[in-house]
Every structure is written in structure tokens, then in C-alpha cells.
């Protein structure tokens, strides 16, 4: 019988959940700490590293210098390419990173389908299949009229290139449109060897339940997704969407009422404490420059101490002005 050697780590049946942790500094620093399974930066002004696990979202901050965004687990880190592909994995955690040029993949939906399905082959390659977690931005995500809008698109092909990736469950998701170009499309998840437990919101219909107005292919995801350990939720974007219907249009301060209802709804149906903590980090994403400041005002005093990154972004419908994501720990 093969003994598993003295230095061979204890196997972690349910791993601890990655800390991510907004913090000012260089990303080589991060980079070069044990652990560091990923560390993102925003905005055009954000350094750059030349190392896989780096990753420039184009989304800009409204407060500069903005922080890095830092993901840590408790175990060494391997990490790698795969041509446009980037990983990193350990601890029972792999971070996969993908950005694609429409150019090269016929639109928003082309390049969906092969982000998706170009996952999906690495994904199937790899002891942690579990995807709980993924982030979509894309450009121009509100153009083009009815079902050829480009985020609708980008929810056929999404679909399309998923293939059976997600026969067990949708992960928890963000959406969001940047103003880098409007080719690139960014994708990036967290995925883990153990399945998470999703959440779903008893205010918000699920989302691959939306009725055929909202586009031909619903999106697949997850209202949150509780990881392994019960020691943290991942919250997919949230906007003011009450039942199926966005709800306050045009009111940016109503549609932030309406997502912090949403957020207390969620975590109460996950079983988690109300509110959120100093190591609760949220991202705030804002349509318009001009509501940044309200945005800004309202969560310091709904939300006073969380850390929050306000983004300039766009929400998947036309009508809606914010939208929160983040992670709440137990
Ligand atoms: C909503 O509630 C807002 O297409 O992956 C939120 C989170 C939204 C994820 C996605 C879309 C997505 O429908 C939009």
C-alpha cells in the first residue's frame, strides 16, 4: 500500500475558503507572498505584472490610487499558461483567466462560446471541477436593439460554449460592461475539488427562470454560492431586479435600497450573519460618473466600514444604474 509521504499535506476534505482582501501596494509584493493564488488590478492607471495570476480588469476606479484586489488560500501555489489561458491552483483551489479578442471570435457571441468551451477543456483536465464563482466583463454590453444586444449575445453563446459544465448547478456570477474596447471580453472564475451549495433569493425569481423578454437565453447563474466549508459566500452581481423586473428606473438611490434589500434577503436565506464586516469586500458597479458620489455616500452610511471598490461599469440592462457583488465571511 502506497503511504502518503511525511511532508504530503493533510488532505482537506471541505478547504477553507480563499481570503480575498482589497490592499494598496505593488503586486509584485502580493505576487511573492505564499498563497497567492490571484491578484487583480483596475483600471487602465493599474501596473503591470508578468505573471499569470496578475490580471488588469478594465474596469476604472472612481477613487485612485484604487487598490489591489488579492486572493490568498493556505498552501503553496503552482501556477502557468495554456496559451491565452492563465491558472493558478493549490489547496484544492484553482483561479482560471481568460481574455479574448471578439475580432478573432465573431462578436459576442462567437467569442463566448469559445471562452466558455475553452474553460470547459481545461476545466475538464483538472482535479478541481467545481466551478463556484465567475466574472464576465465585456464591452458595449447594452448596444445593439432587442435580442441583438450585445449581452444578450453573449448570453446565447455563454450558453452555448458551457456545454455540460454546469449539469450540477450554475456557479454564482457577475456581467458587467467596461469601456476598454469594445472587443475584449475578460473571464475569469474560482473553482474548487468540492461542490459548494448555490443560493438562491426569495425576492428575485432565479435568473435561468427569466421570462423570454429579457433575451432567448437566460442567464445561467447563481444568486450566491455558499463554498465548501460554510465559511464564506460568494455574492454574484446584484442589481435592483425584484421577481424579474427592474425595478426603480432611473433612481440610483431607490435601485441601492433595493439591491441592499436583496443582499439581506440572500444572507439570511444562506444562513449567514445580517450585514456586512470589515472583511466583508464588495465591489460597486456604476453606470453613470455623475451617481458615483451618491453611490459612494449612501453605502458609507448603509454600509459604514465594509470595503467597497466603486467601478465605473454597466449593468446588464439598460435601466438598471448599480449593481453590488462581493463575498460575505462567516
Ligand atoms: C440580474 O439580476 C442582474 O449574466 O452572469 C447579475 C449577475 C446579472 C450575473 C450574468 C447577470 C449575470 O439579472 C444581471
Redesign the pocket.
Known amino acids: 500500500m502506497v503511504q502518503a509521504g511525511e511532508n504530503a499535506p493533510a488532505p482537506q476534505l471541505r478547504p477553507r475558503a480563499p481570503r480575498v482582501s482589497y490592499r494598496h501596494g505593488t503586486a509584485q509584493a502580493a505576487l511573492g507572498e505564499r498563497g497567492t493564488l490571484a491578484v487583480f488590478g483596475f483600471g487602465a492607471g493599474a501596473a503591470e505584472a508578468d505573471d499569470p495570476r496578475w490580471l488588469g480588469v478594465p474596469l476604472e476606479p472612481f477613487d485612485t490610487p484604487a487598490p489591489l484586489e488579492i486572493w490568498q488560500v493556505d498552501a503553496d501555489v503552482a501556477h502557468g499558461r495554456d496559451g491565452a489561458l492563465r491558472w493558478a491552483c493549490g489547496g484544492g483551489w484553482l483561479y482560471l483567466a481568460l481574455e479574448l479578442d471578439e475580432r478573432e471570435h465573431g462578436g459576442p457571441a462567437g467569442t463566448a462560446r469559445r471562452a466558455y468551451a475553452r474553460l470547459r477543456g481545461f476545466l475538464a483536465r483538472c482535479p478541481q471541477q467545481r466551478v463556484l464563482r465567475?466574472w464576465?466583463y465585456l464591452g458595449e454590453i447594452n448596444h445593439g436593439e432587442g435580442d441583438a444586444e450585445r449581452?444578450k449575445q453573449?448570453?446565447n453563446g455563454?450558453a452555448a460554449g458551457m456545454g455540460d459544465l454546469f449539469a450540477d448547478g450554475y456557479p454564482a456570477?457577475?456581467?458587467i460592461g467596461h469601456h476598454a474596447g469594445a472587443h475584449r471580453l475578460q473571464v475569469y472564475l474560482l473553482a474548487c475539488e468540492q461542490a459548494g451549495m448555490p443560493v438562491e433569493n426569495p425576492r428575485?425569481l432565479s435568473?435561468w427562470r427569466?421570462p423570454r423578454q429579457?433575451g432567448p437565453t437566460p442567464?445561467?447563474?447563481a444568486?450566491a454560492m455558499g463554498l465548501p466549508a460554510g465559511d464564506a459566500l460568494a455574492i454574484?452581481?446584484?442589481?435592483a431586479?425584484v421577481g424579474h423586473a427592474s425595478a426603480h428606473a432611473g433612481d440610483p438611490r431607490a435601485q441601492l435600497g433595493e439591491i441592499l434589500a436583496n443582499l439581506e434577503a440572500l444572507l439570511a436565506n444562506a444562513g449567514m450573519p445580517a450585514g456586512f464586516d470589515t472583511h466583508s469586500p464588495l465591489k460597486a458597479y456604476v453606470r453613470r460618473p455623475a451617481d458615483a458620489a451618491l453611490v459612494r455616500e449612501l453605502l458609507q452610511q448603509r454600509l459604514p466600514g465594509v470595503p467597497v471598490l466603486l467601478l465605473h461599469g454597466d449593468?446588464?440592462?439598460e435601466e438598471?444604474l448599480v449593481?453590488l457583488?462581493g463575498w460575505r465571511y462567516a
Open positions: 465567475v464576465n449581452y453573449f448570453c455563454r456570477a457577475t456581467a428575485q435568473a427569466y429579457y442567464p445561467g447563474f444568486r454574484s452581481g446584484t442589481a431586479v449593468v446588464c440592462r438598471l449593481e457583488d
